[in-house]
């Protein structure tokens, strides 16, 4: 047997979830599995595992009910044989429990010193000021997991830390073969590249001794340059796959590295230009050394954070704000669209100061929706779920009025299907997360500001509609428009935007 081959179907009390077939996890491989947020890649993933509620949900695999799966043999083997590293590591760490007691109980017990194996996934970047020295790393083993502490950073890399204990555990054992399963579900989300890569080397190294088999669930393709950059030698052993909804159901394709990877290069031969010097006055300056909630946020044009700099945001200009996770950035733009409550700001927005001290009414009458724009990291947080598709349009701080022809257009340029009534009337909380997110982008660059602030855009997209969306931004930017960019997809945006427009944020209690 080479693979371990699946048709299933899951469904809950109200809709079809997941409808694939021939969805296959080759056997002794890495298989990096790419696809829209929402589209099922998770449930496929647990219902693999065993880990679906039978009672919650409808679940046939290989025609045979999911009871009956669970009980097999080999699902069995699955579960004891592996570890399922969860997209939200949060829900799955028990609060009650120190870390260090977490990453030595149950089936993680025994084995050599952890802090060995913390100390990797912790290591410092003496280019960056990054990483935690030995002393914090044992530290944090008796922290008791709280909703802000540790960080989503952290409790990510404790949760791949156990992963890699496992891994080391059946090495031991003598029980770790190419049957041993190991599920990643967006492991590297909470992580800046430089975990993602550390990451990724502590589980390749093992990978090319043992030849377990391996799924990795992602949005970032920027880690398809990493895997063919620094790992080529793995290259016969790694499949790419991306999964696709077509007429309902889900099929499972071959993604080649090389459409990545000649769309990055695209970009980066034919760099969009950026405004012309008589017109280089920034739209918006934000002084470094913000505060809110006693933290203070530094900005730098330096990543090690030597030399603080004013954030300045031009016309026809696409800026980059980079931090690891956790630092503040998605904090500091909110704090630019006076949507928290500043202790310290010292915002200049065309000729109008912007404090700390100016009323949130404001911010609502002038700026929002009318000069600067935030297009926010999660669909769910900007979306009223119970409206139509329509009705996201509608109330917005619009220049003109927007007709159910303009709602047509605007969608129609993400959205492949057709954009009929049926779909206008479609609630949101029907749609996948990346239906959600297509909409999110849609209705920010709708209301045409001349500020455009952008978290995370390419969060849950799939590789067609992360190309188009950037497109969209060029063609925004060209046209003169301000943007602020966040995201984790730093190759990506490396190549967009200009060395002068990247900045840095650090963060200091």
């Known amino acids: 047997m080479n693979s371990l081959d ?29 696809g829209e947020s929402g589209i099922g890649k998770t449930l496929i993933a ?52 120190p870390l260090g007691v977490q990453l030595r109980e149950g089936d993680l017990a025994g084995g050599s010193d952890d802090t060995g194996l913390l100390k990797e996934l912790w290591r410092s970047d003496p280019t960056a000021g990054k990483g935690e020295d030995g002393k914090k790393v044992e530290d944090l083993l008796a922290v008791f997991p709280k909703p802000y502490r540790p960080s989503g950073g952290e409790k990510q890399r404790m949760f791949l830390a156990m992963a890699l204990k496992k891994i080391d555990l059946m090495v ?50 920027s880690m398809v340059g990493e895997i063919t950059r620094r790992h080529e030698r793995l290259l016969d052993h790694i499949s790419f796959k991306e999964i696709r909804l077509q007429n309902e ?74 931090a690891p996770s956790g630092t503040g950035k998605t904090t500091l733009v909110k704090l630019m669209m006076g ?9 200049t ?47 917005l701080p619009s220049r003109k009025r927007v007709t159910p022809p303009d709602i047509r257009q605007i969608l129609g340029e993400l959205f492949e299907i057709e954009i009929n009534d049926d779909f206008l009337r479609r609630r949101v909380d029907a749609l996948s997360g990346g239906q959600k997110q297509r909409l999110n982008l849609l209705r920010g660059l709708s209301l045409n500001t001349d500020i455009l602030i952008l978290d995370e855009p390419l969060n849950g997209l799939d590789f067609e509609s992360a190309t188009k969306v950037l497109a969209m931004l060029r063609e925004q930017q060209q046209g003169g428009k301000a943007i602020l960019v966040i995201s984790h997809n730093e190759e990506i945006f490396d190549a967009l935007v200009s060395k002068g427009s990247v900045y840095y944020l650090h963060s200091k209690m």
């Open 172 to 221: 031991q054992s003598g029980r770790l073969n190419r049957q041993s399963v190991f599920i990643f579900d967006e492991p590297t989300g909470s992580l800046d590249n430089y975990f993602r890569d550390i990451f990724l080397s502590l589980l390749f190294h093992r990978f090319e001794r043992h030849k377990f088999t391996t799924l990795l669930i992602t949005h970032d393709y």
């Open 46 to 97: 647990r219902a693999i595992y065993g880990l679906l509620d039978p009672e919650e949900f409808s679940v046939i695999i290989n025609g045979e009910r999911y009871e009956k799966y669970l009980t097999k043999h080999e699902t069995v083997e699955i579960r004891e044989n592996g570890f399922f590293v969860f997209q939200e590591p949060s829900s799955h760490l028990n609060p009650l429990l």
């Open 349 to 395: 927005l065309e000729d109008v100061q912007l404090t700390e001290r100016t009323r949130r009414k404001y911010w609502q009458n002038h700026i929002w929706g009318k000069k600067m724009t935030m297009v926010f990291q999660h669909a769910d947080e900007a979306l009223n779920p119970r409206s139509t598709v329509a009705e996201t349009f509608e109330g």
């Open 6 to 34: 699946f048709d299933i179907h899951i469904a809950s009390l109200e809709r079809q979830l997941v409808d694939v077939k021939g969805f296959a996890l080759p056997l002794g491989r890495i298989s990096v599995l790419f």
């Open 339 to 347: 949507l928290l409550p500043a202790e310290k700001l010292r915002l």
């Open 249 to 322: 159901k889900l099929v499972l394709k071959n993604f080649q590295p090389q459409v990545y990877l000649g769309w990055l290069q695209e970009q980066k031969e034919y760099p969009v230009k950026e405004a012309p010097p008589r017109r280089n006055q920034p739209l918006c300056r934000v002084e470094s050394g913000a505060e809110i909630f006693g933290q203070q946020l530094i900005i730098s044009k330096d990543r090690s954070g030597t030399e603080e700099s004013p954030l300045e945001i031009v016309p026809g200009t696409m800026t980059y704000l980079k």
